[in-house]
Nanobody
Framework: QVQLVESGGGLVQPGGSLRLSCAAS????????MSWYRQAPGKERELVAI????????SYADSVKGRFTISRDNAKRTVYLHMNSLKPEDTAVYYC?????????WGQGTQVTVSS
């Protein structure tokens, strides 16, 4: 079965950086686009970034453009989200996502808290 496991979240001060990782299994990772979403308390889940199968077609939410970088390592079956210049507004649970065989799959999420 499809499994997505996020890691790398934590507490960081404004202006700091974190790298999130999502380890994937249960499907042919290199054949699927991967996405990062986030959800703050009381808010709907929002798309943060998408990377296509070969990593060359990438898009970001306007709120993170220029600060976050999505990348993937198909050999390691892992997608990353490098987060720089973090703001308190970035505080949320971050989720890895992909659509495999017509079904949207989610990881368990990793908490990112940006606070001084």
């Amino acid at each position: 079965q499809v499994q997505l496991v996020e890691s790398g979240g934590g507490l960081v001060q404004p202006g700091g950086s974190l790298r999130l990782s999502c380890a994937a299994s249960g499907f042919t990772f290199s054949m699927y686009a991967m996405s990062w979403y986030r959800q703050a308390p009381g808010k709907e889940r929002e798309l943060v970034a998408i990377v296509t199968t070969d990593g060359v077609d990438i898009s970001y939410a306007d709120s993170v453009k220029g600060r976050f970088t999505i990348s993937r390592d198909n050999a390691k079956r892992t997608v990353y989200l490098h987060m720089n210049s973090l703001k308190p507004e970035d505080t949320a649970v971050y989720y890895c996502n992909c659509r495999v065989r017509g079904r949207s799959e989610w990881g368990q999420g990793t908490q990112v808290t940006v606070s001084s």
